[in-house]
């Protein structure tokens, strides 16, 4: 497995509570800051939301890439059939407002792990929920994450203090 969306390219499904799942595992990110809604990711309507993709087979899994609010902690869930009651936590993805608004990108090793299917989702935060991009790998490439091409969204937008 390898390339920015390689393990992600069969097939990827909502899991209620999403608008807009294409562009969440095209190789592609947004600048990092983006607005968090931007039209780049998919926002998730609801702290259940979820995106699941299937692999097309039994894959080994040891590192993942998110382009996500920044504000927000995601699950990352891998099962090997799909089945309800068989996801099992990959990873947690850890809100990183410190870095600034927006969209912003997360690297995770794991010890590898074999999973037909993959869910990213189920947010906890602010209550506005999004991504941007989610890949997956058989081992971290090198660098880690991989350069992506970066396309075109509003920068984020921070409200600031009143003069007065």
């Known amino acids: 497995m390898g390339g920015a969306s390689g393990a992600v390219d069969s097939d990827s499904r909502g899991a209620g509570g999403m608008e807009g799942a294409s562009g969440a595992a095209d190789g592609a990110v947004a600048p990092e800051g983006a607005e968090w809604n931007a039209p780049v990711g998919v926002v998730l309507t609801t702290p259940a939301g979820s995106l699941t993709f299937d692999l097309g087979k039994p894959t080994p899994i040891a590192a993942l890439f998110v382009q996500a609010d920044a504000n927000d902690a995601y699950k990352i869930e891998g099962s090997p059939d799909?089945?309800?009651?068989?996801?099992?936590?990959?990873?947690?993805?850890?809100?990183?407002?410190?870095?600034?608004?927006?969209?912003?990108?997360?690297?995770?090793?794991?010890?590898?792990?074999?999973?037909?299917?993959?869910?990213?989702?189920?947010?906890?935060?602010?209550?506005?929920?999004?991504?941007?991009?989610?890949?997956?790998?058989?081992?971290?490439?090198?660098?880690?994450?991989?350069?992506?091409?970066?396309?075109?969204?509003?920068?984020?937008?921070?409200?600031?203090?009143?003069?007065?």
């Not at 990108?105 to 037909?116: F, H, K, M, Y």
């Not at 869910?119 to 090198?142: K, M, N, Q, T, W």
Request: glycine share 10%; with cysteine; proline share 10%.
């Open 82 to 164: 799909g089945a309800p009651g068989t996801f099992k936590l990959l990873a947690d993805v850890d809100n990183v407002w410190e870095r600034g608004h927006g969209l912003r990108s997360r690297s995770i090793q794991i010890p590898a792990e074999v999973v037909r299917y993959l869910r990213v989702g189920e947010g906890a935060g602010d209550g506005y929920f999004s991504l941007a991009e989610f890949a997956a790998y058989c081992r971290a490439p090198a660098p880690f994450p991989p350069s992506m091409p970066v396309v075109q969204a509003p920068l984020a937008t921070v409200a600031s203090r009143a003069w007065y």
